[in-house]
C-alpha cells in the first residue's frame, strides 16, 4: 500500500489528483484540507485530517508513515508553510515531496509575457521564490512544479521546462498539472530533485488568453 499525503487538498488541482487517485486500490490517501465542507465527497480510500500545515503537532502526525507527500498550498506566508512541511518530514523521515508553486520566480519568463507576468503578480511571488530556496535546501527528495496560468479546461496536454530553460507558453490546464503529480505519485522516482516548468504547448503570447 502506498501512503500518499495531500496538503490543501480543497485545491482544485487536487481535486483532480484526488479523483484520479480514487480508484487506485494500492493508494491510503490522506487530505489535509481547513474546511472539510468544501472537500466534497471523499473516495473510499480517503481519509481526512482538518487543521493546517503550521500546526506541528498535527502535521507531525498526518505525516507519519507516509511514503509521498504532494503539497498545494498558497498565502503570504507560503514559505513559513514550507518550512514547517519540511520540519514534519524530515521529524517522521519522510523524503518523497513534490511542491506545486508558480510560473515567474525566477524571472524565467521571458518576453512581454514575462513583462505582463511579473507586473500582475510580481510582488506576490517572493513567498514562492522563498519557499523553493527552503525546498531545494533541504535533503529531500523534491519535485518543484512551475505551471503557467491555470485553466479549467478538461484535458491534458503539456509540456516542461528546466529551472534553467527559458520558461514557455503562458497557460495550462489544472488536470494536466494534476496529471504529472499522479505519474509521479506512481513512480516517485520520476522527476525526483527537478524544479519543473509545466505549460500547454503552442501556448505563446503575450499574456493569457483568458486575461
Avoid: C
Avoid at 148 to 163: F, I, P
Amino acid at each position: 500500500m502506498k501512503n500518499v499525503l495531500i496538503l490543501g487538498a480543497n485545491g482544485q488541482i487536487s481535486q483532480w489528483a484526488i479523483k484520479g487517485l480514487a480508484t487506485d486500490k494500492g493508494v491510503s490517501q490522506t487530505l489535509l484540507v481547513r474546511n472539510p465542507k468544501k472537500l466534497g465527497d471523499t473516495p473510499s480510500n480517503a481519509k481526512v485530517i482538518i487543521g493546517n500545515v503550521l500546526d506541528k503537532t498535527l502535521l507531525l502526525r498526518a505525516v507519519q508513515g507516509q511514503h509521498i507527500v504532494y503539497a498545494n498550498l498558497t498565502g503570504e506566508d507560503l514559505d513559513v508553510q514550507a518550512k514547517s512541511v519540511i520540519a514534519a518530514m524530515k521529524a517522521a523521515g519522510v523524503k518523497r515531496l513534490v511542491f506545486v508553486l508558480s510560473l515567474g520566480i525566477y524571472d524565467e519568463v521571458p518576453g512581454k509575457f514575462g513583462d505582463w507576468n511579473n507586473a500582475i503578480i510580481g510582488e506576490d511571488l517572493k513567498p514562492f521564490r522563498r519557499a523553493a530556496d527552503a525546498i531545494e535546501a533541504s535533503d529531500l527528495q523534491y519535485t518543484i512544479l512551475r505551471p503557467a496560468w491555470l485553466m479549467d479546461e478538461d484535458e491534458v496536454d503539456y509540456e516542461l521546462t528546466l529551472k534553467s530553460e527559458p520558461f514557455k507558453g503562458t497557460i495550462v490546464s489544472r488536470k494536466s498539472v494534476s496529471d504529472l503529480i499522479l505519474k509521479i505519485i506512481a513512480s516517485p522516482e520520476l522527476h525526483a530533485g527537478e524544479n519543473l516548468g509545466i505549460n500547454k504547448p503552442n501556448s505563446d503570447g503575450n499574456k493569457p488568453y483568458f486575461m
